[in-house]
């Protein structure tokens, strides 16, 4: 348990919801802002911090948003948080973003005197809420000092990459890479076993028994069974994160071209509606191009 403590965290989307309510389970007053004002709601209706935000009396601010642009308005913005901590506060970025990215803000964070630490997260909003991430840390010593015990409420794994800001996030890009590419190639089995006259039921439960089988395939086929497609995950998400991956790609001269496959079933998607629903909505691009139904329902 903790003293006092109060943190800030910004993106109460499925993660962010899920580190919130971790780090109250573990002692700690927690304020959440998201532009959704009925999810701010319901945070305070569960326990969080109302009222306005005493930004002086912070020891951390934890960010789980988006992308890029609304991480850098948050911190420097117009009405950013720098200019409202306090010396050696903790801003913790969990969005997946860049290496340069993460360097350019904990660079202007220096010159703020506050810590920065780059903190992607992996796990989904199931392992967010059970308190179980993954994180991929790198920055200064003194900012993974800070974080250490909200790390240990909020997850199961910390992989440290050392004290160069941008490390956790270039090995979030491989991550994402492999996840991107193992929804899109679950869709595409699944949908291709359906043309064969296989059940996506049957599909799952073969599939999952064998060599084929990834973590997505048996986390995202049961959306598509189930004919849920309520976003754990949203299509939006896959654009920006591949986008990231292939920016990376482009400026190292690295050919990534089963990246860039499924980056355009994901841009498909979402330029079809999708982009509001799980990601294993994908699928019906390929259902749609093959001119079959993903289910009988």
């Known amino acids: 348990m903790t003293e006092n403590k109060n943190i800030l965290v910004i993106g109460l989307g499925s993660m962010g919801y899920g580190i919130a309510k971790s780090l109250m389970r573990s002692g700690y007053k927690v304020y959440g802002q998201d532009k959704n004002i009925d999810q701010q709601q319901k945070f305070i209706q569960d326990g969080g911090l109302e009222g306005e935000v005493l930004y002086d009396q912070l020891e951390a601010v934890i960010i789980v948003v988006l992308n890029e642009q609304q ?45 920065y630490l780059d903190a992607p997260i992996s796990g989904g909003s199931k392992k967010s809420l059970e308190g179980k991430l993954s994180y991929m840390i790198s920055g200064s010593q003194k900012a993974q000092q800070k974080a250490k015990p909200l790390l240990v409420a909020t ?28 929804i899109s190639a679950m869709a595409e089995a699944i949908t291709f076993g359906i043309t064969q006259g296989i059940e996506p039921k049957k599909f799952l439960e073969v ?91």
């Open 155 to 182: 997850s199961e794994k910390v992989f440290e990459f050392g004290t160069s800001v941008g490390a956790g996030s270039a090995m979030k890009s491989v991550n994402q890479m492999l996840a991107g590419i193992h």
């Open 207 to 297: 599939i999952s028994e064998c060599a084929g089988t990834s973590w997505m395939l048996e986390n995202r086929a049961p959306h598509i069974i189930d004919d849920d497609y309520a976003p754990k995950s949203s299509i939006n998400i896959w654009p920006k994160d591949l986008g990231i991956v292939l920016d990376i790609a482009k400026k190292s001269n690295f050919s990534a071209p089963l990246t860039a496959t499924a980056m355009q079933q994901f841009v498909a998607a979402a330029g079809s509606g999708l982009g509001h629903e799980d990601d294993a909505a994908v699928a019906k691009i390929y259902a749609r191009n093959a001119g079959i139904k993903l289910t009988k329902n």
């Open 71 to 115: 991480t850098r308005e948050i911190i420097f913005g117009e009405y950013g948080i720098a200019n409202k901590l306090q010396n050696d506060t903790l801003i913790m970025v969990c969005t997946t973003v860049s290496p340069d990215f993460a360097k350019e803000m904990d660079n202007k964070c220096v010159e703020k005197g506050l810590l």
